[in-house]
């Protein structure tokens, strides 16, 4: 061995060094003089000094051990999460909100992506929608659910006989809030779009009242919007006929500027989603198969599928008010999770010899 030693050395190196140090200092050396001539630091051999006498001259495998790493059984449910849950969460951020959501396994979206690296797994993920600058909306608006509504239409070219789907979604909670298929985009159906929606959702009392008797209502009084529905400038949600119906109804209209999707990025990002996440719907060729499916599919988006917009909780439990509950669960699970860690780590090195 020649030069300065390297920085492991093994078992049988250290024990020559070793003797040939003892040999020198039994012959009168200095401890300083014999490191000096094999160029190693006296803390290296005062150390290996004391792990001779502890029998421990092996070093340990390389990348140490933590206190804050994750334990055997929290790898397990990050592996099992991505057996039952990758297709539907398609990333690792949502698959740790996941594992708190199910009270599976509490761990960072970091922890997940590290895990699924170390096993060669991977999730479909999408890249995020960039940010936009929306227009300012009126000032009566607040922030909660059922006060802005984002809607608007997309195709399904296969089901030529209803091609034309318009849905609703609710800014707020994400939640998608009514459908409807059609053969062709008119003002008609927008009117019973929002009747479904209105209905559903139980905003306006006289709902009936105003449908049969429209001309009582006065269009004008600004004190009456119960909430503002966001939408582009396509030729149905710009008619007088949709202007004057939502007029009836209460609702302020809300316009993006044209050619500019993104300023109604929700329900642009909703019909997304359903395409992407959902792709046999687009080869259904039958309306009343295509209707069915798409309550199949609302159904799972607003109670199964959790939203990173809102903090990986599903948009039913945001629109019902357990939001907060739900996300401040999760931050005091990775709090005791990690606890839990450093408890079970440190009692393991304590239990060392």
Request: glycine letters at 6%; hydrophobic letters at 40%; charged letters at 25%.
């Amino acid at each position: 061995m020649s030069g300065p030693i390297p920085a492991r050395v093994e078992r049988a190196a250290k024990t020559v060094l070793l003797d040939v140090i003892d040999r020198a200092v039994s012959a009168g050396w200095s401890l300083s003089r014999i490191c000096g001539v094999l160029e190693l630091d006296r803390q290296r051999a005062w150390r290996w000094q004391r792990r001779r006498l502890a029998g421990c001259l092996d070093d340990a495998a390389p990348g140490g051990h933590p206190i804050h790493g994750i334990l055997a059984w929290e790898e397990a449910a990050v592996l099992q999460l991505f057996e039952d849950w990758g297709p539907v969460d398609l990333s690792h951020r949502k698959l740790a909100h996941r594992g708190s959501y199910l009270e599976r396994v509490w761990v960072s979206p970091s922890t997940v992506d590290r895990v699924l690296a170390r096993h060669g797994l991977r999730l479909a993920g999408e890249p995020r929608p960039p940010t936009t600058v929306k227009k300012p909306w009126p000032d009566w608006v607040q922030w909660s659910p059922n006060q802005l509504w984002c809607w608007d239409g997309s195709q399904f070219e296969r089901c030529r006989a209803g091609k034309y789907a318009y849905a609703i979604i609710d800014i707020v909670s994400r939640k998608w809030i009514a459908t409807l298929l059609a053969a062709e985009p008119t003002s008609v159906q927008i009117k019973v779009l929002f009747t479904k929606a209105l209905r559903a959702e139980a905003i306006l009392d006289d709902l009936d009242d105003r449908l049969a008797h429209p001309e009582l209502i006065d269009v004008d009084d600004e004190t009456l919007p119960v909430l503002l529905a966001v939408s582009d400038n396509g030729t149905e949600m710009t008619s007088a006929t949709t202007r004057g119906f939502l007029a009836t109804m209460s609702i302020a209209q809300h316009h993006g500027r044209p050619g500019t999707p993104t300023d109604q990025a929700w329900i642009e990002s909703l019909w997304s989603h359903i395409k992407t996440e959902w792709p046999p719907l687009c080869r259904i060729t039958d309306p009343a198969v295509l209707a069915a499916e798409l309550d199949r599919v609302r159904h799972h988006y607003n109670h199964v599928r959790l939203h990173e917009g809102i903090g990986y909780v599903t948009p039913i439990d945001e629109h019902e008010g357990r939001g907060d509950k739900i996300r401040a669960a999760r931050r005091d699970g990775l709090a005791a999770a990690d606890a839990a860690r450093r408890a079970h780590h440190r009692a393991a090195r304590s239990a060392q010899p």
